[in-house]
């Protein structure tokens, strides 16, 4: 059997300002041996590959897109995308079979669910009897025509994400099955009137979405079960199926398919409670921070988070750490190459006086001066070594700034800041600082978790804000929780 394996690993925050383009794109396209290495070992292409040499098939590699996120694509760079992967199909023929992994959030200028066009144009290139099988984020924004355009789509169980590995295993083992005509995967999806915010979607004990999976895992031990997906979304899109769906497959049981996708769902509408968010004023919550008695609080900076598509370059976090006079405290990021940049050239030791952030839009605060000694200059490079969104991240060119006890890290790239290595790689051991700030929406939990004493999530202004009635939602199906009272 002759496999077609690609990606189209795409985040789209439709409220960001930043898009992302042609330029973009065509940096970020992988192809040949590059393509099949994306996620690493542990990735979704890693777990399917390793079923398809188990079964001697041969693999066609097809672009990966990997822009990482960023505010919605221009029309013209997911058209290029799109004809990147028929262009390969169309060089390669026969392919028995399609494996994507994808993201689920991708948005165009002109298209709402960039996903479901891609599968639409690989379906309709191949016919109706090809398998195409993709793995999903558990940030997807699942649409109805993803669905009905793949033979199966498997989402992660786990956020933050570390199970990539055994999708991509599991979509070998369907394929193989519908090869040999054992397997007919049969899919029903549904979704409960809910977009809840990516703060309350952490699966962890004592979290709403953690008891929502047990469910769904429970009801999906049914032998004719192939896979219950049920994925918390990405409130930060404005498309008709923002938020929680859940995706169920099963050995052609259309009927108990849609039975175990309505339960799940049911069960989700009937918590949405809990789903509301519990964020603190900024000065309050830098107040708390500095008046606990011991250990480190991390302060979350959400609505700027390093991975929900928003600059990065937030200041009313540091701005109130400042007015505060919070010593002990490390900002985890301000990402800002302008001043990244000045602060390099100055060379460590030296005193400086910088205008930082609030550059790239309205939305994320104004410039904040910070004067103060440079402490390290480094090329930002550096592993995470966390068992979600493990890897190198490359920050570029990256700066300490030690504003009289207040330290402040300026990169050149977005960043999460998500877990010690990014302090570490700095110099800066975060057992012993009293704050940190960090860009994050939820990785900071599980990133400081054994670390940190407390964690507070401040009500910052950005374009990941947590509060849904300051995001000018059109698309959005309505009434939806938490935006409308229901
Ligand atoms: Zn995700």
Redesign the pocket.
């Known amino acids: 059997m002759r496999v077609a394996v690609g990606g189209y690993l795409v ?1 789209v925050n439709t409220f960001a300002t930043q898009k992302m383009g042609l330029d973009l794109f065509q940096r970020a396209t992988l192809s040949g041996e590059r393509a099949l290495q994306v996620g690493g070992a542990q990735g979704s292409i890693a777990g399917f590959l390793h079923g398809a040499r188990q079964r001697h098939w041969d693999i066609v590699p097809l672009p990966f897109v990997v822009p990482g996120v960023g505010g919605k694509v221009t029309a013209e760079a997911h058209t290029a995308a799109t004809a990147g992967f028929l262009d390969l199909l169309r060089q390669n023929p026969p392919v028995d079979g399609v494996f994507l992994q994808l ?1 689920g959030t991708a948005v165009s200028d002109e298209c709402d669910d960039c996903e479901g066009d891609l599968l639409s144009t690989l379906r309709e290139f191949l016919g109706d009897k090809t398998p195409i099988l993709a793995t999903l ?3 997807s924004n699942t649409t109805p025509l993803m669905v009905e355009q793949a033979s199966m789509l498997i989402g ?1 169980k786990t ?3 570390y199970d990539f590995f055994p999708g991509g295993e599991q979509a070998a083992r369907v394929m193989a099955g519908m090869f040999d005509g054992s397997v007919t995967p049969t899919s029903a999806w549904a979704q409960p009137a809910m977009a809840p915010a990516l703060q309350k979607i952490y699966i962890a004990p004592g979290w709403p979405m953690e008891a929502l999976m047990r469910q769904a895992h429970h009801l999906g031990r049914d032998p004719r079960v192939l896979d219950v997906s049920l994925l918390g979304g ?1 409130f930060c899109s404005d498309i008709p199926e923002t938020g929680i769906s859940v995706t169920v497959t099963t050995n052609n049981e259309p009927a108990l398919a849609h039975d175990i996708a309505e339960r799940v769902k049911d069960a989700c509408w009937a918590k949405r409670q809990a789903f509301h968010t519990d964020m603190v004023p900024v000065e309050e919550g830098v107040r708390a921070a500095i008046e606990a008695e011991d250990g480190l609080v991390v302060l979350g900076d959400l609505a700027d988070s390093g ?1 929900a598509g928003t600059p990065g370059d937030g200041t009313v976090l540091l701005a109130e750490l400042l007015r505060q006079n919070a010593q002990g405290a490390v900002v985890g990021n301000i990402t800002d190459p302008e001043a990244a940049q000045e602060a390099v050239r100055a060379g460590i030791g030296k005193q400086v006086t910088l205008s930082v952030g609030g550059k790239v839009d309205a939305f994320h605060g104004a410039p904040v001066e910070i004067s103060g000694r440079v402490r390290v200059i480094q090329d930002g490079v550096y592993s995470a070594a966390t068992a979600f969104n493990a890897g190198t991240y490359r920050r570029g060119a990256t700066a300490v700034v030690d504003c009289g006890g207040v330290e402040v890290i300026l990169t050149s790239r977005p960043t999460h800041g998500f877990e010690a290595n990014h302090f570490r790689s700095l110099g800066i051991e975060p057992t012993q600082r009293k704050i940190l700030a960090v860009k994050s929406e939820l990785q900071h939990r599980a990133g400081f978790a054994g670390i940190a004493s407390a964690f507070i999530d401040v009500d910052t202004p950005g374009r990941a804000t947590q509060v849904h009635a300051r995001l000018p939602y059109e698309k959005i199906r309505r009434p939806v929780f938490p935006l409308d009272d229901i």
Do not use: C, L, R
């Open positions: 985040a993201h984020d558990g940030h992660v956020n933050p994400h990405f991975g």
